[in-house]
């Protein structure tokens, strides 16, 4: 008999083939998800809405299914988990915000209609910072989410329940959302693989923005959901499920013209690689900088590819993606949120919506975004892929937006997240896959960037480096102090 530990250890693909083989029963695999979140969730806090009954419901639903010899679906009952900035009907969508304690939609978000039409099972909702508005793990309603490999750091965020939950195998994989580097920010402080695809691939309705949600709002142009896993297959496995278009996102892409399953053989023999270690401005933590470069040399001496130090030549574009930011808020609706409850919300959150903005600088924030565009066609023309740390700093403490000192340089609290943001801009797909630790044991991210709409190359170069630096197989000490 297989034994709950062994089934959190399992990834999608593998959970999948065993349920439809009847190896494995959904009810099986959701009551191991659902002890293992049990035993850790008094440490990690990763789940603000667990879903236990809803979840049990689902696999007991399922195996009936499967029992009387209807297609279980291509994910058949695997936990997953959803990020509480995306909306599910059964659960509320809280959005880390006392404005929204205790909502429910009573709508799926279109990637949460196809996870469960694929059989996936929602096990509950995972945490995030208020309304998103952030890199880490706290907001002013839920328990700060933790990191499973010092639980004195941050997972990072906004998808910070995402990291920490498929980090200590509580699921394979996640849904998380990405509008500045949120799915690759905790995929690389919690040593796992966040892919944020080319702008478009995956649809995204409603977001946190209609009729029912006053005042809350996506950022249109630069949020792109997408899938946090332990492997890069089971990253490529979801995107199989939640890609393709839908006529209520009208800024959805054509179905690929790709297999993303496929993306992943294949080597990267001959491919001309750019490095860049810090734009040319940004301040790197020394370990970063040291475990970063050593896994670029990976892809020279192991994987067949030419790289060349090289940055793309743009000017810190950090002022002009909070002017996006800004303009993509709901400034009339979010400002009347702060009036009545200023007093219990994210100082910062309030700071930044009071901001007296101008004309000037909204129009000034998308010429900006075209000048790094452009630029990044430019460069990007010489090169098949773009190699960078994801951060600038390892996992930091808890209930702070950032470091403000980064290798002796006073910094901007949110200056560590220098190369996640850019190709939120761009819209170019974009990963983090684990490169390393530090020498405390932390997690440190490797980010892989493709050209525009080459979402099969940054699969590849992802699988290739996972084969060459597997990382499966590592897990928190956490885990094994826990006999998990």
Same mark, same amino acid.
């Given at each position: 008999?297989?034994?709950?530990? #062994?089934?959190?250890?399992?990834?999608?693909?593998?959970?999948?083939?065993?349920?439809?083989?009847?190896?494995?029963?959904?009810?099986?695999?959701?009551?191991?998800?659902?002890?293992?979140?049990?035993?850790?969730?008094?440490?990690?806090?990763?789940?603000?809405?667990?879903?236990?009954? $809803?979840?049990?419901?689902? &696999?007991?639903?399922?195996?009936?299914?499967?029992?009387?010899?209807?297609?279980?679906?291509?994910?058949?009952?695997?936990?997953?988990?959803?990020?509480?900035?995306?909306?599910?009907?059964?659960?509320?969508?809280?959005?880390?915000?006392?404005?929204?304690?205790?909502?429910?939609?009573?709508?799926?978000?279109?990637?949460?209609?196809?996870?469960?039409?694929?059989?996936?099972?929602?096990?509950?909702?995972?945490?995030?910072?208020?309304?998103?508005?952030?890199?880490?793990?706290?907001?002013?309603?839920?328990?700060?989410?933790?990191?499973?490999?010092?639980?004195?750091?941050?997972?990072?965020?906004?998808?910070?329940?995402?990291?920490?939950?498929?980090?200590?195998?509580?699921?394979?994989?996640?849904?998380?959302?990405?509008?500045?580097?949120?799915?690759?920010?905790?995929?690389?402080?919690?040593?796992?693989?966040?892919?944020?695809?080319?702008?478009?691939?995956?649809? @995204?309705?409603?977001?946190?923005?209609?009729?029912?949600?006053?005042?809350?709002?996506?950022?249109?142009?630069? #949020?792109?959901?997408?899938?946090?896993?332990?492997?890069?297959?089971?990253?490529? @496995?979801?995107?199989?499920?939640?890609?393709?278009?839908?006529?209520?996102?009208?800024?959805?892409?054509?179905?690929?013209?790709?297999?993303?399953?496929?993306?992943?053989?294949?080597?990267?023999?001959?491919?001309?690689?750019?490095?860049?270690?810090?734009?040319?401005?940004?301040?790197?933590?020394?370990?970063?900088?040291?475990?970063?470069?050593?896994?670029?040399?990976?892809?020279?001496?192991?994987?067949?590819?030419?790289?060349? #130090?090289?940055?793309?030549?743009?000017?810190?574009?950090? #002022?002009?993606?909070?002017?996006?930011?800004?303009?993509?808020?709901?400034?009339?609706?979010?400002?009347?949120?702060?009036? $009545?409850?200023?007093?219990?919300?994210?100082?910062?959150?309030?700071?930044? @919506?009071?901001?007296?903005?101008?004309?000037?600088? +909204?129009?000034?924030?998308?010429?900006?975004?075209?000048?790094?565009?452009?630029?990044?066609?430019?460069?990007?023309?010489?090169?098949? +892929?773009?190699?960078?740390?994801?951060?600038?700093?390892?996992?930091?403490?808890?209930?702070?937006?950032?470091?403000?000192?980064?290798?002796?340089?006073?910094?901007?609290?949110?200056?560590?997240?220098?190369?996640?943001?850019?190709?939120?801009?761009?819209? $170019?797909?974009?990963?983090?896959?684990?490169?390393?630790?530090?020498?405390?044991?932390?997690?440190?991210?490797?980010?892989?960037?493709?050209?525009?709409?080459?979402?099969?190359?940054?699969?590849?170069?992802?699988?290739?480096?996972?084969? &060459?630096?597997?990382?499966?197989?590592?897990?928190?000490?956490?885990?094994?102090?826990?006999?998990?």
């Amino acid at each position: 008999m297989t034994s709950g530990n #062994e089934i959190c250890r399992m990834d999608a693909g593998t959970l999948a083939s065993k349920v439809r083989a009847k190896e494995l029963s959904p009810v099986e695999v959701i009551n191991a998800s659902i002890e293992r979140m049990d035993k850790l969730e008094p440490l990690l806090h990763a789940f603000c809405t667990p879903g236990p009954e $809803q979840a049990r419901a689902a &696999a007991r639903q399922l195996e009936a299914d499967i029992m009387a010899g209807k297609d279980p679906g291509v994910l058949a009952g695997v936990p997953v988990s959803i990020k509480d900035l995306v909306c599910t009907k059964d659960l509320p969508t809280v959005s880390g915000s006392n404005v929204y304690k205790g909502f429910c939609g009573g709508v799926d978000d279109v990637v949460v209609e196809r996870l469960r039409d694929a059989g996936a099972i929602i096990i509950g909702k995972t945490n995030v910072p208020e309304f998103g508005y952030s890199g880490v793990g706290h907001n002013p309603v839920f328990e700060t989410t933790r990191n499973p490999w010092n639980l004195q750091r941050t997972p990072g965020g906004s998808s910070a329940g995402a990291g920490a939950a498929v980090a200590s195998g509580m699921g394979p994989f996640a849904i998380g959302s990405d509008g500045g580097g949120s799915v690759r920010i905790p995929a690389s402080f919690s040593g796992i693989v966040g892919i944020k695809a080319s702008m478009g691939r995956v649809p @995204l309705w409603p977001g946190t923005k209609d009729e029912t949600m006053p005042g809350v709002s996506s950022w249109e142009s630069l #949020e792109c959901i997408g899938p946090m896993s332990r492997t890069v297959a089971d990253s490529a @496995l979801m995107l199989s499920v939640i890609s393709g278009p839908d006529m209520r996102d009208r800024r959805t892409l054509p179905k690929a013209e790709f297999d993303w399953m496929e993306c992943l053989q294949g080597d990267l023999k001959g491919l001309r690689v750019a490095y860049s270690a810090d734009w040319g401005y940004a301040a790197v933590d020394p370990e970063v900088r040291e475990v970063v470069g050593n896994a670029v040399k990976v892809f020279e001496s192991e994987l067949g590819c030419t790289i060349e #130090e090289e940055n793309p030549g743009w000017e810190d574009p950090y #002022e002009a993606f909070w002017g996006l930011v800004a303009a993509e808020t709901d400034l009339v609706g979010m400002r009347k949120l702060v009036d $009545q409850h200023a007093h219990h919300m994210t100082p910062h959150l309030v700071d930044f @919506l009071n901001t007296p903005w101008t004309a000037e600088q +909204l129009t000034s924030a998308v010429m900006a975004r075209k000048g790094v565009a452009n630029k990044a066609a430019e460069f990007m023309s010489n090169y098949d +892929l773009l190699l960078t740390p994801t951060l600038a700093v390892p996992p930091f403490a808890l209930h702070i937006q950032g470091v403000e000192k980064i290798d002796g340089q006073i910094v901007p609290p949110f200056q560590w997240l220098a190369f996640t943001f850019p190709f939120n801009m761009t819209g $170019q797909p974009a990963a983090s896959v684990p490169a390393g630790f530090t020498k405390d044991g932390l997690p440190v991210g490797l980010q892989i960037v493709g050209r525009h709409l080459d979402d099969p190359a940054v699969i590849r170069a992802c699988a290739n480096f996972e084969m &060459a630096r597997p990382w499966a197989d590592k897990w928190p000490e956490l885990l094994g102090d826990m006999g998990l």
